[in-house]
């Protein structure tokens, strides 16, 4: 089993920033891919930023050169920095983790999120 561990979440005028982050811990052998999901009240869960084990990251078009997520992979974390925050980007940010474990299997894991409002 592994939990992943959010935090950083808030409130924040537009314009601003806020540092997310996300700790994975458990029985974890690697660590395939990091992830960043926001889901805005109403709408389904979309992904927001990546970071897969070769140091590549993906970010949506919604994000891109605003938000910059990261890993420190020494201690299972991943960071997601947002600046130039907007009020469209209000929502429950969610961890997500694809892991392979000592026992070999892979498993996908989520966080149990973590609110970000920003006012107008």
């Known amino acids: 089993q592994v939990q992943l561990v959010e935090s950083g979440g808030g409130l924040v005028q537009a314009g601003g920033s806020l540092r997310l982050s996300c700790a994975a811990s458990g029985l974890i052998f690697r660590i395939y891919r990091m992830a960043w999901y926001h889901q805005a009240p109403g709408k389904q869960r979309d992904l927001a930023a990546i970071?897969?084990?070769?140091?590549?990251?993906n970010y949506a078009d919604s994000v891109k050169g605003r938000f910059t997520i990261s890993r420190d992979n020494a201690k299972n974390t991943v960071y997601l920095q947002m600046n130039s925050l907007k009020p469209e980007d209000t929502a429950v940010y969610y961890c997500?983790?694809?892991?392979?474990?000592?026992?070999?299997?892979?498993?996908?894991?989520w966080g149990q999120g973590t609110q970000v409002t920003v006012s107008s």
């Open positions: 997500n983790a694809l892991v392979k474990e000592w026992d070999m299997g892979e498993y996908d894991y």
């Open positions: 970071a897969w084990s070769n140091g590549s990251t």
